[in-house]
């Protein structure tokens, strides 16, 4: 069974720091791109960032680009988000999602197929 | 960058009911676009992929069409389990996503 597991959630000051992790299992982990999206409170999805099987591509969301950092561990079935400068607006509940594909060649279609639970982070003085 | 609108926001529906729900990209997306559903305090589930492909394990009451800018997410007999929030992404211009604001669903 695919389980992603998030952690690392909590209350901090505007300005610190956080670093979130998504423990997954059940599926070969390495072979997979990986997503983080969060949900602030009472609002929709927002795609926050990517990162290939390999680790090495990588995109953010204009939003959080030069403050947040993803990165994985393949060895530890791991996913990270290292959050700085955090800001009021960055309060919200973040989920780890897998990318999987439709399609072959030239032609594929990325979707999000399975979602870890969620952690709250909570940025307020 | 593309946007993604959807409607209506919400809806107020009766078990039994048909629900379409619609969503359309700020450009051509051809069939990239996905539907997810979400229940108050879940995550999202993904429902269908590639606007029309059926996620594994998802009752065939849920159908999506389009291509271009214009799709459609359909429940074609709505059940009590079916009040939630959808979302419809698109993953044209992969490996950055957006989503559209959501389409709350609930009991009339």
């Known amino acids: 069974e695919v389980q992603l597991v998030e952690s690392g959630g909590g209350l901090v000051q505007p300005g610190g720091s956080l670093r979130l992790s998504c423990a997954a299992s059940g599926f070969t982990f390495s072979s997979y791109e990986m997503n983080w999206v969060r949900q602030a409170p009472g609002k929709g999805l927002e795609w926050v960032s990517y990162?290939?099987?390999?680790?090495?591509?990588?995109y953010y969301a204009d939003s959080v680009k030069g403050r947040f950092t993803i990165s994985r561990d393949n060895a530890k079935n791991s996913l990270y988000l290292q959050m700085n400068s955090l800001r009021a607006e960055d309060t919200a509940v973040y989920y780890c999602?897998?990318?999987?594909?439709?399609?072959?060649?030239?032609?594929?279609?990325?979707?999000?197929?399975?979602w870890g639970q969620g952690t709250l982070v909570t940025v307020s003085s | 960058d593309i946007q993604m609108t959807q409607s209506p926001s919400s809806l107020s529906a009766s078990v039994g009911d048909r629900v379409t729900i619609t969503c359309r990209a700020s450009q051509s997306i051809s069939s990239y676009l996905n539907w997810y559903q979400q229940k108050p305090g879940k995550a999202p589930k993904l429902l269908i992929y590639a606007a029309s492909s059926l996620q594994s394990g998802v009752p065939s009451r849920f159908s999506g069409s389009g291509s271009g800018t214009d799709f459609t997410l359909t429940i074609s007999s709505l059940q009590p389990e079916d009040f939630a929030t959808y979302y419809c992404q698109q993953s044209y211009s992969t490996p950055i996503f957006t989503f559209g604001p959501g389409t709350k669903v609930d009991i009339k």
């Open positions: 999602a897998r990318g999987d594909y439709y399609g072959s060649g030239s032609y594929y279609i990325n979707y999000f197929d399975y």
């Open positions: 990162i290939s099987s390999s680790g090495s591509t990588i």
